[in-house]
């Protein structure tokens, strides 16, 4: 069983569409998280969502929203996308009190 | 300044060698440290914790300096099989998992 799963793993898409990806854990992990690796391999945290209530939103455009219908769940929804969103995108999770995180095979999202 | 910054490499090193990656971060508020392995195209994985008495996981050493801000991390008889990118991780204090990482050391084991 795939511990981080998120769909899809590849998304092309023209630039001002909507699109969403989604992540399920079924670890029991209470943390999730989305990072984003840019085109120079940067990985940099996006949100955060503990519980389900949202504890770290990094200075990202409000185009990007998450939203985390439960525990094992946070999706994240991506408004009138532009080139420069294309990059990887993983979630991941984790325990508040374990540093340790998990990450998803990642979703590479091409912005033509 | 980058928070947490790595020589990008690539390394490129024969069987059995053994190479050092070294990290410095800026934050001294940092709390926790780590490295994480990526494979090309794959999600980063934890390789392991860096604690300030060092520690060591079989081929794997990494060591910690508090006062220069400074972790590194050692593999001696390098495999094939170590080729990835190797990435330093902090965690501040108080930020729940706000993990920040490097932009990572690739490593190239050649036969």
């Known amino acids: 069983d795939t511990a981080v799963s998120q769909t899809p793993k590849y998304l092309v898409t023209q630039m001002g569409n909507d699109k969403s990806i989604k992540c399920e854990q079924n670890?029991?992990?209470?943390?999730m998280y989305w990072y984003k690796q840019d085109s120079k391999k940067f990985l940099k945290i996006m949100f955060s969502y503990n519980n389900k209530e949202l504890i770290i939103n990094e200075t990202v455009p409000n185009r990007f929203s998450p939203k985390s219908p439960d525990k094992a769940h946070l999706n994240l929804h991506i408004n009138s996308l532009e080139l420069g969103d294309s990059a990887v995108y993983f979630c991941?999770?984790?325990?508040?009190?374990?540093?340790?995180?998990?990450f998803g095979s990642g979703t590479q999202l091409s912005v033509l | 300044r980058k928070e947490v910054e790595q020589d990008p490499g690539p390394f490129n090193v024969p069987e059995g060698a053994t190479v050092a990656f070294n990290c410095t971060y800026s934050?001294?508020?940092?709390?926790?440290f780590f490295w994480y392995r990526q494979d090309c195209r794959k999600e980063p994985k934890l390789l392991m914790s860096?604690?300030?008495s060092g520690n060591e996981d079989g081929r794997f050493t990494a060591q910690l300096n508090r006062a220069s801000q400074y972790i590194s991390l050692l593999i001696r008889d390098s495999k094939l099989s170590d080729s990835a990118t190797y990435l330093c991780?902090?965690?501040?204090?108080?930020?729940?998992?706000?993990?920040?990482f490097g932009k990572g050391t690739k490593l190239s084991v050649k036969p």
């Open positions: 934050n001294s508020a940092s709390q926790s």
């Open positions: 670890l029991g992990h209470d943390t």
């Open positions: 860096v604690y300030s």
């Open positions: 991941a999770s984790g325990i508040a009190t374990n540093e340790k995180l998990f």
């Open positions: 991780v902090v965690k501040r204090w108080g930020s729940q998992g706000n993990l920040i």
